[in-house]
């Protein structure tokens, strides 16, 4: 496994790998590996004869007031996951590299960006769709794997790399849990105990949302109002917001249609949760 630390090398070595004529997988990732990160990188190994992992801690999709500086930094557990892995470029550049004095140019995504989590943090897609764009100009891959966790983020690079006639192709990838229902993430590791155990709430809306249409409930404010009183029953969690959204435009619905994403985003503690699931349902005629 090699690792790769400037943008520079990772376009050489990208040059090199054009002429053998392999595919390339790519997954990108902010580090603090957990088995989440893990189930996409097999994902990208079973597919792909040669798997890039990028490891960079992008600081514009962070506002001021955010963890940037306290975002959990492990790069040497994050190779060692990559080597069992069987990944073959750890790309793993510094700031500078990315974001050489003088760099100006930003990528914007605006409609999907809108609302959600880029109403609550509002520089935070513009530096996702940026990076995300000069990540996939060095890699080049064949496939991306995104995770749906982050299901308005994969999203916007969906229809970013529509937009702008990126050739690969992205796959959205299922979202892995810890048993009792909470979604793995890297800021998982700050929660305390108490916190921990407070946590799965967001799952289980989202659990009583579904469940509410499958019973054959319709109206996108009736299912809202079922998964805030759920979360409503913790009095750990700060609720940010909850929506019944179409899955592509993230727009909320008021009668559903086939197909919805229920959206979640809490707070417990100075820790932010985030959550979704799609559910589909056909009614008889
Ligand atoms: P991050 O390092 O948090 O930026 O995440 C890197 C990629 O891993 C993103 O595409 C995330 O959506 C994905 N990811 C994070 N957590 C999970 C999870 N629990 N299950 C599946 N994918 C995930």
Redesign the pocket.
């Known amino acids: 496994m090699k690792t790769i630390r400037t943008t520079a090398a990772m376009a050489a070595w990208r040059r090199r790998l054009h002429r053998e004529g392999v595919t390339i997988g790519f997954?990108?990732?902010?580090?603090?590996l957990?088995d989440?990160?893990r189930?996409?990188i097999r994902a990208a190994r079973m597919t792909c004869d040669t798997v890039v992992v990028s490891i960079f801690v992008n600081p514009t999709q962070f506002g001021p007031t955010e963890d940037l500086s306290n975002y959990p930094r492990q790069l040497g557990l994050d190779r060692a996951l990559c080597l069992t892995e069987g990944v073959d470029v750890v790309f793993a550049p510094e700031r500078r590299t990315m974001y050489p004095p003088g760099a100006q140019t930003v990528v914007a995504v605006p409609a999907i960006a809108r609302r959600w989590e880029g109403e609550a943090r509002p520089h935070h897609f513009q530096g996702v769709a940026t990076i995300v764009t000069k990540l996939l100009c060095l890699v080049q891959p064949d496939i991306t794997?995104?995770?749906?966790?982050?299901y308005q983020?994969?999203a916007l690079v969906q229809q970013l790399m529509k937009d702008l006639n990126f050739p690969g192709r992205l796959i959205v990838?299922?979202?892995?849990?810890d048993s009792d229902g909470l979604?793995?993430?890297?800021r998982n590791i700050y929660l305390s105990k108490i916190h921990r155990q407070a946590a799965p709430v967001l799952f289980r809306a989202l659990e009583a949302g579904s469940a509410a249409i499958h019973a054959g409930e319709r109206r996108g404010a009736s299912i809202q109002r079922r998964m805030a009183r759920v979360v409503a029953q913790e009095p750990l969690a700060v609720l940010e917001y909850l929506a019944v959204c179409d899955p592509i435009t993230l727009e909320p619905v008021s009668r559903l249609p086939r197909r919805v994403v229920l959206l979640g985003a809490l707070r417990i503690g100075r820790i932010r949760l985030l959550d979704n699931t799609l559910v589909s349902f056909r009614d008889k005629v």
């Open positions: 997954v990108p990732t902010m580090g603090a957990h989440g990160h189930s996409l794997w995104f995770g749906q966790k982050d983020q994969a990838h299922p979202t892995v849990r979604a793995l993430s890297s």
